[in-house]
């Protein structure tokens, strides 16, 4: 049995073009392999996807052949144009800063939502979340920090109980699964 290897999904909050356009050649070669008379339980194992998503495209193929695995485009419209987003990347590599964000430099969702100032385009914060996260940003940090931290204390605890507290390294042996015999390491 072959894997084509280039063919698993990101676990995201949306799918680039690109992405999409990779899905969509993993129905299409599926399609071919149902003409060919492959099982589900093949194809599925070739593709490395599950059964279930397996089951749906040959069911689809059925009723409308090739084409039925077709991408039928978004879901919603995009609110960002490209060039839209090639601005807000811009303004967001300025930093916070820039924006007037002094107390620290960090962007949070909240503030990230000046998408509506920039482009008067109204966004969730959890839609800014998956904004970001498809175009390739990550968390940075909480939007706050709590009252009670003590900065000293915190220090002192890396530097002096930490240590102690931390397992020392495993080095690399071979481990075992048996309860009753212990892997070394």
């Known amino acids: 049995m072959r894997y084509d290897r280039s063919m698993r999904y990101g676990q ?31 194809v599925a194992a070739r593709l490395r996807v599950h059964e279930r998503s397996v089951t749906r495209w040959r069911i689809a193929w059925r009723e409308g052949g090739t084409s039925a695995l077709r991408s039928k485009g978004p879901a919603s419209r995009k609110k960002l144009s490209a060039r839209q987003w090639t601005r807000l990347d811009a303004e967001l590599r300025r930093g916070p800063l820039a924006w007037g964000y002094a107390e620290d430099q960090c962007w949070t969702l909240g503030r990230v939502k000046l998408i509506g100032r ?20 990550s968390v940075q940090v909480p939007a706050r920090r709590a009252i009670e931290r003590d900065e000293e204390a915190i220090a002192l605890w890396k530097a002096e109980v930490w240590p102690a507290v931390k397992a020392p390294r495993r080095t690399w042996a071979p481990t075992s699964a048996s309860k009753t015999r212990p892997g070394k390491g």
């Open 118 to 137: 920039l482009f008067h385009i109204g966004y969730t914060i959890d839609g800014v979340g998956k904004l970001l996260h498809r175009h390739g940003w």
């Open 12 to 42: 995201r909050g949306g799918y680039t073009p690109a992405e999409q356009e990779r899905r969509k050649r993993v129905r299409l070669r599926a399609a071919e392999w149902f003409e060919a008379g492959e099982s589900t339980r093949t």
